[in-house]
C-alpha cells in the first residue's frame, strides 16, 4: 500500500464554535460541516482523512491539493458554514442568532473563533496520534457521547472500523 506521501503532508485543523457554545450539538447544523466537506472533497482542492464534529467543535485531517492554498481553504469552509448556520437559524426563529451578534466591522455575526489550529502532520506517527485522538474524542471525559469510536456518527471511526464511508467523502489514509 503507497499511503500518504508526507512530502506534500497533511495537516490536522481544529476549530471551535465562538466561546464554545454548543450549536454544533444539533444534527441540522452538524449537515451543514458534513455537505461542506463533501463539497470541497467533490471540487477535488482536499483529500479528507479523517474528521469528528463535536457540541462546539471540529477537527478534520485533511491534505490540501496542488492549485489551492491551505487559507484560503480554511476561510471558504468556516464562512460557507457561518453563513448556512446564520440562515439555518433564522430560518428556524431560533433566539440563537442574538448569541453570535458580535457587531465588529467587518461583520455582524461570528460563530467561529477567529484562531482555528492548523498542525501538519510530518510523520506516520503523528498523523496516527491525531486519527486516534480526534476517534477517541466522543467517547472522553466530558463528552461521553459514544460508548465506542465507532458508534459516534459524526466521525471517520466507524470508516476506519468497517471501511464504509456513510458520508462519501473519506479516503483511508493508507490508499
Do not use: C
Not at 77 to 96: E, G, I, P, V
Not at 120 to 149: C, G, M, R
Amino acid at each position: 500500500m503507497p499511503g500518504i506521501n508526507f512530502t506534500y503532508h497533511p495537516q490536522f485543523f481544529t476549530a471551535t464554535i465562538l466561546e464554545w457554545k454548543h450549536l454544533l450539538k444539533e444534527d441540522e447544523y452538524k449537515s451543514i460541516i458534513v455537505e461542506s466537506l463533501l463539497f470541497l472533497k467533490k471540487e477535488k482542492s482536499v483529500v479528507i482523512y479523517g474528521f469528528v464534529i463535536m457540541p462546539n467543535h471540529i477537527h478534520i485531517i485533511w491534505q490540501i491539493q496542488d492549485g489551492y492554498k491551505q487559507d484560503s481553504i480554511q476561510m471558504r469552509f468556516l464562512k460557507y458554514t457561518a453563513q448556512q448556520m446564520k440562515f439555518k437559524l433564522k430560518d428556524t426563529n431560533n433566539k440563537m442568532p442574538d448569541d453570535f451578534f458580535v457587531d465588529a466591522k467587518d461583520r455582524a455575526y461570528q460563530f467561529w473563533e477567529r484562531n482555528s489550529l492548523s498542525t501538519d502532520l510530518w510523520s506516520e506517527p503523528a498523523f496516527i496520534q491525531k486519527l486516534n485522538y480526534i476517534h477517541n474524542n466522543p467517547v472522553k471525559h466530558p463528552w461521553y457521547l459514544s460508548v465506542t469510536p465507532e458508534t459516534y456518527k459524526y466521525s471517520s471511526a466507524k470508516f476506519y472500523e468497517t471501511g464504509i464511508d456513510d458520508f462519501g467523502f473519506l479516503t483511508h489514509f493508507k490508499e
